[in-house]
């Protein structure tokens, strides 16, 4: 079954993907149970770009499985201070 | 060779001392912190004349190691009631080994305002009577028409004067910007000694003697290299610290409304993404400005208005966290504003950014008014009841006001990520002996490490691990992300240490990063515990442990006996 997720890039990720739109993000559809992980292979950009993956509402792994209608964001490598 | 420039303000003499054996080959907080427990009585008063303010170079500075130029300013801290250090960038700390001083350490007090300048031919004591009362802009301009522009001038403005808790010492860049060795009161602590500003010359200086300059420079262009090569770097260059707001944001912990939830609806508008876009667009606005010489990442920004002028340099990620979203102000100008006004009077953009919220809060002012929030920080400069609470930062505004949700730690206000869904960073925050402090050891989670930071299980260590790297780091005067690529790649830390190596002529041990923090910290330990504080000190607020962070629902719930054990190396 394929679900519909909509992924936002910030920092300089957004750089790596063509035509990005910031405020509308990238609505994609997907299989069940994606992570990620998957998806950012299919962006083509290294896991070892990201610092953090969210929900929308707090950190999530590159290996959770994601479901239907997710807002899902890729922030940039980076730490604070 | 490296020595102490002891200052002593009663008498407008100086010594300049060979280090002694306890603080030979130490530099930045080492030694601050060395000297601060040796030689400070724990219990006198922070602005008691035998309080010691202490500017320390890190072990490295005034080399071509990259980034390794931030100034350690040391002292009793009138704000926390324990030993401090901030540091700062700027080009105080590249030029203070080159006329062979590796720290300044004032002691008594002066009797009439001071500016103190440093050269070849050692100290002079100069009437300060004409820039009293001076805002930092000012003082700076006053001081580089008297003494050119080759020089570094460290300042204080009309806070440190009057003495107040939040009160920074302000360091200057290259070209003359403000930064900002904030945190602890150590500008009332300059204000205490009666000394407006210190103007470094190092015209006609010393190279730094390297003892061994081909491993040096191996090691070096090695670490600049590993560096470099970071993924995080781009983002930092490109969009500055201001990159968080959306990430930390993202993660349900940018503090809001005085710490009541974790997520900014208008976060985009105070956002390092949405900055980046004016900037494109306004006349004279710097990405990727440089705070010292001889950094390769560049941070840092000049935040201009649509005109061109200049608003603030740099605009960093904590001042937009405090100064904006807890206070629910969405006008990244106006915060950029406010930051302008806290240098200029001197006062750390966190407490007063922490206080202005508790203000807010308690109906001083509206919640999410800028320009209230700006008006009351001048006040600071003007003396008024509100101006002086607010200036004397966030726990005593709190205090004041009968707040029940004063976000400190120790007496110093948290900074810009909620402890309750980062529980890595809230230990170091509650643990510290700085008080809440994020860059003693900061827990940034990267989904590579499977480092859960919601978990309150494993965060004694992972704090412990962050606050010895970290105490060694700020030693050897390396800014904080050059070193943050060493935490995920042991042979950058290996660069490290054979340059330091190098520098000093010596084999080091391996674990040489690891004895330094640890020394350190027992140091900055030791003197708190004699000063009085006990464990129940190394505690957050009861209200991140009762009020769930909204969305995530997280309450700190990091055990009493896991905190207990942060300290015990
Ligand atoms: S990276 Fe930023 S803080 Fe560090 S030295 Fe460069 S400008 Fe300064």
């Known amino acids: 079954m394929a679900i519909q997720l909509t992924i936002h890039l910030f920092g300089t990720l957004s750089s790596k993907v063509p035509n990005y739109d910031h405020k509308k993000g990238l609505l994609v559809d997907a299989p069940d149970a994606v992570t990620p992980e998957d998806l950012l292979k299919d962006l083509k950009i290294p896991l070892t770009h990201i610092g953090f993956v969210s929900d929308g509402r707090q950190a999530i792994q590159f290996d959770t499985p994601l479901t239907d209608k997710m807002n899902v964001s890729f922030f940039s490598l980076i730490s604070g201070g | 060779m490296q020595r102490l420039l002891r200052i002593d303000l009663n008498k407008k003499s100086f010594l300049f001392e060979e280090l002694s054996p306890k603080y030979v080959k130490l530099g930045g907080r080492a030694l601050s912190s060395q000297i601060i427990n040796r030689e400070v009585p724990p219990t006198v008063d922070a602005l008691d004349s035998r309080n010691k303010l202490i500017f320390a170079a890190g072990i490295l500075a005034g080399t071509s190691f990259p980034n390794s130029g931030r100034l350690s300013v040391g002292a009793k801290s009138p704000l926390t009631g324990g030993i401090k250090e901030a540091n700062a960038g700027g080009n105080a700390a590249q030029k203070l080994p080159k006329l062979g001083v590796q720290a300044i350490v004032l002691e008594g007090h002066a009797d009439q305002l001071t500016t103190l300048k440093i050269d070849n031919a050692g100290v002079s004591f100069i009437d300060a ?35 107040l808790k939040a009160a920074g010492v302000s360091v200057t860049s290259p070209d003359f910007h403000v930064r900002m060795a904030a945190r602890g009161g150590l500008g009332a602590v300059m204000g205490s000694k009666n000394v407006k500003a210190i ?121 937009i966290g405090l100064v904006g979203s807890n206070c629910m102000i969405d006008d990244i100008d106006m915060i950029a504003k406010i930051n302008w006004a806290c240098n200029d009077i001197g006062v750390d953009t966190m407490d007063v950014g922490a206080a202005l919220a508790l203000a807010m809060e308690a109906d001083i002012l509206k919640m999410g ?29 709190g205090d004041t006001l009968g707040s029940k949700r004063i976000p400190h730690v120790k007496g110093q206000s948290l900074a810009a990520y909620d402890p309750r869904g980062l529980k890595g960073t809230g230990t170091s925050y509650a643990t510290s002996s700085m008080g809440a402090d994020h ?124 905190l207990d054990k942060v300290n015990a190396f």
């Open chain 2, 129 to 163: 009577a004409a820039i009293k009362g001076l805002g930092n802009y000012q003082t700076i301009e006053d001081l580089k028409q008297e003494h050119g522009d080759k020089v570094s001038i460290i300042s204080i403005g009309p806070a440190g004067e009057k003495k």
């Open chain 2, 199 to 319: 103007v470094i010359d190092d015209t006609d200086s010393q190279k730094v003697e390297i003892m061994d300059r081909e491993i040096f420079k191996k090691a070096t262009a090695k670490f600049t290299k590993g560096v470099l090569a970071y993924p995080m770097i781009e983002g930092l260059n490109a969009l500055g610290t201001p990159v968080l707001v959306n990430m930390i944001n993202g993660m349900g912990c940018l503090p809001t409304r005085n710490y009541s939830v974790g997520q900014f609806d208008r976060a985009h508008q105070i956002s390092g993404e949405y900055m980046a876009e004016l900037m494109a667009k306004r006349p004279n606005s710097v990405p990727a400005h440089k705070c010292m010489a001889g950094c390769v990442i560049g941070c840092s920004n000049i935040f201009t208005n649509e005109k061109g002028d200049v608003i603030v340099s740099g605009l960093e990620y904590e001042t």
């Open chain 2, 369 to 397: 008014d800028a320009n209230g929030a700006l008006a009351l920080v001048n006040e600071i400069r003007q003396g008024t009841d509100n101006g002086l609470m607010i200036g004397n930062g966030c726990k005593v505004t």
């Open chain 2, 439 to 562: 860059t003693v050891g900061n827990a940034i989670p990267n989904p590579l490490s499977q480092y859960d930071p919601s978990s309150p299980d494993g965060q004694a260590e992972m704090s412990s691990f962050l606050q010895i790297y970290h105490a060694a780091i700020d030693s050897m005067g390396i800014c904080l992300f050059a070193s943050l690529p060493a935490l995920d790649f042991a042979d950058l830390q290996g660069h490290i240490v054979q340059s330091i190596g190098a520098l000093l002529g010596e084999t080091l041990d391996e674990d040489y990063i690891k004895q330094l923090g640890i020394a350190t910290l027992k140091a900055e330990r030791e003197f708190n515990i004699n000063a009085g504080f006990t464990k129940e000190d190394d505690r957050l607020p009861q209200f991140f442990k009762k009020e769930p962070l909204l969305p995530s629902g997280n309450v700190f719930d990091v055990s009493d006996d896991d």
